[in-house]
């Protein structure tokens, strides 16, 4: 599944080469982010349509199937609604529960979760409501954490 699947998404090469994604070659905080978020959704004008609360649920029953306790994950979610990336809901859940399975203490109580995820992103990806160069993320960092599942 994993590498047509990171093939589907297709090539994110930054303009100018650099590092995956290239928005971590700047100095300056604000403009790395600023290059994120036009890197991720075209434009610094892209608007936020997040809804809070169906992103949390998302993350706790869709991608972490509930083995997060469901406050730690409403936590991370208003954590990361009130950064300024603006977020689709899906892309903030994916967000959240990425969050989870990047933490090493997690990954016994995450190894089921994370097959699931990923099938739930695939879906997402195929449907176009998710950003690609977050689920490219999201699946190669699982990919690489949980070695057995690609």
């Known amino acids: 599944m994993s590498r047509s699947f990171i093939q589907s998404l297709g090539t994110l ?3 100018g080469g ?3 994604l290239g928005f971590f070659k700047e100095r300056n905080p604000e403009a790395a982010l600023d290059n994120m978020i036009i890197r991720m959704y075209g434009s610094l004008s892209h608007e936020k349509t997040a809804n809070l609360e169906k992103a949390s649920q998302i993350a706790f029953r869709d991608l972490l199937c509930e083995c997060i306790d469901q406050t730690l994950v409403q936590n991370k979610a208003a954590e990361l609604f009130a950064e300024p990336i603006p977020y689709s809901t899906n892309d903030l859940a994916l ?3 990425f969050a989870f399975f ?3 203490s ?3 109580y995450l190894k089921e979760a994370q097959m699931i ?3 739930r ?3 997402w990806v195929e449907a176009g409501s998710v950003a690609k160069p977050l689920a490219m993320a999201f699946e190669i960092t699982l990919c690489e954490l949980f070695k057995r599942a690609c």
């Open 121 to 123: 992103l695939v879906k």
């Open 106 to 108: 997690r990954y016994e």
């Open 95 to 97: 967000s959240v529960a």
């Open 102 to 104: 990047k933490d090493p």
């Open 13 to 15: 090469k930054p303009k």
């Open 117 to 119: 995820a990923r099938l």
């Open 18 to 20: 650099g590092m995956v």
